[in-house]
């Protein structure tokens, strides 16, 4: 199979199969309606800063796709909605294309659309210094995502299965990369375990992209026909409860990206309530791209005035209030919270 064929199936799958959004959680999270709100809407503030990066919107695009010039036209059409609506984009991996020195047109093309956008760089974790510095000069990305996709190469025939080597090269990588890096999962989740791992080699930033959006298990099982395979396409930790966890870290300092099936104003709120300085989405942008750019760049408006509406019926000025606003659990987020050892009135209450 070849690198290029893999990429147009995974837009060809991720297009096709729908969101698994029954598993997100964000249902489980009720926010208590404040009817003494001080903040009038003009005042509110979406202002936000992630890796150190200052973001005007706590939204933005994540990596999908480049690698083939056959998906420059869909590089094209996300660069525009970010270009439109100001929000900061992620390209898809660069990793074959700079480790093959591949045409980089696909890539390109998003800052030729965006010049002044905000870009961040991707490749896996067993990139090299050079290929991750490459492929931030590509496009010169204000950062680098490293992706985590355990699932998805052990699920890929062709898939790279070296996960041994993955902390190891993580390291080389911290060492090496001057631009803010972030950690990202692909739609599987983080669990605290993990992040505190990360923290401790010295990463501070970290998308959870947990389950409940696009899931690469199902792309693969989809692609390799693979009946096995697709049992695996709820596999994860819902991205609510990746950031319950990650409130629990032992060291303070992380910061947070929330993702993985986040499709509305109020799934975003809740995520920056739980702690996240901003999130990103990636299946529903392509999906809505492919279909009418201009109905992307509405939906995406939409979703803007919605968190900014919720912001004020909760009495929230700027982004970080909302961590301060009281949240109701239910369902199974409650039994997650318990049998994680927490407390649900503290998490309540105050969170990270
Ligand atoms: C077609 C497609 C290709 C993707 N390719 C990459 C990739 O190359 N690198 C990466 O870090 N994430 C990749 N992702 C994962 C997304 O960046 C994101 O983490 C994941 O889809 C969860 O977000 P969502 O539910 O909003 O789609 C891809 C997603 C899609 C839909």
Redesign the pocket.
Same mark, same amino acid.
């Given at each position: 199979m070849s690198r290029e064929k893999r990429?147009l199936d995974?837009?060809k799958?991720?297009?096709e199969i729908s969101?698994r959004n029954t598993e997100l959680g964000f249902e489980d999270v009720k926010f208590l309606h404040n009817c003494l709100s001080p903040v009038n809407p003009e005042t509110v503030s979406i202002y936000t800063e992630v890796a150190g990066i200052k973001l005007a919107t706590p939204i933005f695009i994540?990596?999908? %796709? =480049?690698?083939t010039d056959n998906v420059t036209t869909v590089n094209r059409k996300l660069a525009k909605v970010a270009a439109a609506t100001g929000l900061a984009m992620?390209?898809?991996?660069q990793y074959g294309t700079v480790k093959n020195k591949l045409s980089t047109k696909s890539y390109t093309v998003v800052r030729d659309v965006n010049p002044d956008g905000i870009l961040f760089a991707?490749v896996?974790a067993l990139a090299t210094p050079q290929h991750a510095n490459e492929a931030v000069e590509m496009i010169n990305a204000a950062a680098l995502?490293i992706?985590l996709?355990v699932a998805q190469e052990l699920l890929m025939n062709e898939g790279d299965k070296d996960f041994k080597a993955i902390v190891k090269n993580l390291k080389v990588l911290q060492d090496a990369i001057t631009v803010p890096i972030i950690i990202?999962? %692909? =739609?599987c989740g983080m669990a605290r375990e993990q992040v505190e791992e990360l923290m401790s080699l010295g990463f501070n930033c970290f998308?959870v992209?947990?389950v409940?959006?696009?899931?690469?298990p199902a792309?693969e099982g989809k692609r390799s026909k693979c009946k096995r395979h697709e049992k695996f396409a709820d596999w994860g930790i819902p991205t609510e409860w990746s950031l319950i966890d990650i409130n629990h870290l032992k060291k303070d300092g992380a910061n947070i990206i929330a993702?993985?099936?986040?499709?509305d104003g109020m799934q975003t709120a809740k995520a920056l309530a739980l702690g996240a300085n901003a999130i990103?989405?990636?299946?529903?942008?392509?999906k809505d791209v492919q279909k009418d750019v201009n109905k992307a760049i509405a939906n995406i408006n939409d979703q803007i005035d919605d968190l900014k509406d919720i912001m004020v019926l909760t009495g929230c000025k700027k982004v970080s209030d909302l961590k301060k606003v009281p949240l109701v659990f239910t369902g199974d987020t409650v039994n997650f919270i318990m049998s994680r050892g927490y407390d649900v009135a503290k998490i309540s209450n105050k969170r990270k």
């Open positions: 990429k995974h837009i799958y991720a297009l969101d994540d990596a999908i %796709t =480049g690698g992620a390209v898809g991996s991707n896996n995502e992706h996709n990202k999962e %692909t =739609g998308n992209a947990g409940g959006g696009t899931s690469f792309i993702s993985g099936g986040i499709r990103s989405m990636a299946g529903n942008v392509l």
